[in-house]
């Protein structure tokens, strides 16, 4: 009894976890070497630090052993001279060679004064041709020049008369489609304006209570007249004729545009005739 109670006391937990199993397993020996490894572990630790904070001190220690003094001289150093460079001056420019000056004969147009004095004329083409010399503002002695002498055939000849030239004007494109749409000078507001003040109802359409929309169609030019006129959808009883009666007498439009040039554009307006009911 004595001895199992003394063996208990003996026993480690690390035998009491591993009774009745494989000791030789290696979890057991890690649990026997633990403290020692851990013994091991601290000490390394301890020396590897205690060195880093040593080492920067015996470097010091060491760099302080090995500092010598050393004396430095200074002495003056001449250089040799510099070698002068030779600087080529450019050779004076050549005079120039006098022009011998071209004969020239005073020829002046004729001013008119309000003064009476002394005019100078012109001289004639004959005292031109005999002088040798060219037209200038004053007389100039000099070298005389060789005229070329005057074909009297062609001295003879009449300038030939061009025949005119007919150019045949071509009918202009008409769009459809155009960059900038031709409109009315003062937008739509104007155009509706001018409709209620000119359009009358026709009383035809107003006995028979017919009413609705007329769709002229019609041409502006390239130059914002109106032309081609005609009814593309009528409702009749006068109406078509008075809608195109008004069409007819508007101010010209400002015309569409294509590559920024006016051109012939169809337009198509429509216009209300409405039953005022009483």
């Known amino acids: 009894m004595n001895s199992n109670s003394s063996n208990q006391q003996h026993e480690t937990l690390d035998d009491i976890i591993f009774e009745g199993r494989n000791k030789l397993y290696g979890a057991y020996f890690l649990r026997q070497e633990y403290k020692q490894i851990v013994k091991r ?3 390394i630790g301890v020396g590897a630090f205690g060195l880093a904070l040593s080492t920067p001190f015996i ?13 430095i001289t200074l002495q003056d150093v001449k250089l040799p001279p510099a070698e002068e460079k030779k600087i080529e001056l450019p050779e004076p420019p050549k005079p120039e060679t006098p022009v011998e000056p071209v004969k020239q004969i005073k020829y002046l147009a004729p001013e008119i004064v309000t003064d009476e004095r002394e005019i100078e004329l012109p001289p004639t083409q004959e005292e031109l041709a005999e002088s040798k010399a060219v037209i200038g503002t004053e007389n100039v002695d000099g070298a005389e020049i060789e005229i070329p002498p005057v ?21 202009e494109s008409i769009f459809t489609t155009v960059e900038k ?4 000078k003062g937008g739509i507001r104007a155009l509706g304006e001018y409709l209620n003040k000119n359009l009358k109802f ?11 929309k007329v769709f002229v169609s019609f041409v502006v030019m390239g130059d914002g007249s109106i032309s ?20 007819s007498k508007m101010p010209n439009w400002i015309p569409g545009k294509q590559s920024g040039r006016p051109v ?13 009911e009483e």
């Open 41 to 43: 572990a601290t000490l």
């Open 59 to 71: 470097w010091a220690s060491q760099n302080s052993r090995d500092k010598r003094e050393v004396e």
């Open 151 to 171: 074909d009297p055939d062609l001295a003879n000849t009449k300038p030939a008369i061009e025949a005119p030239v007919h150019v045949e004007k071509t009918e």
């Open 181 to 184: 749409m031709p409109e009315y």
């Open 202 to 212: 026709p009383s035809q359409a107003q006995r028979a209570g017919v009413g609705g």
């Open 228 to 247: 081609q006129l005609s009814v593309s959808k009528g409702i009749g009883f006068g109406c078509d004729e008075e809608a195109l009666r008004v069409v």
């Open 264 to 276: 012939s554009v169809r337009f198509t307006l429509p216009i209300t005739f409405q039953i005022m």
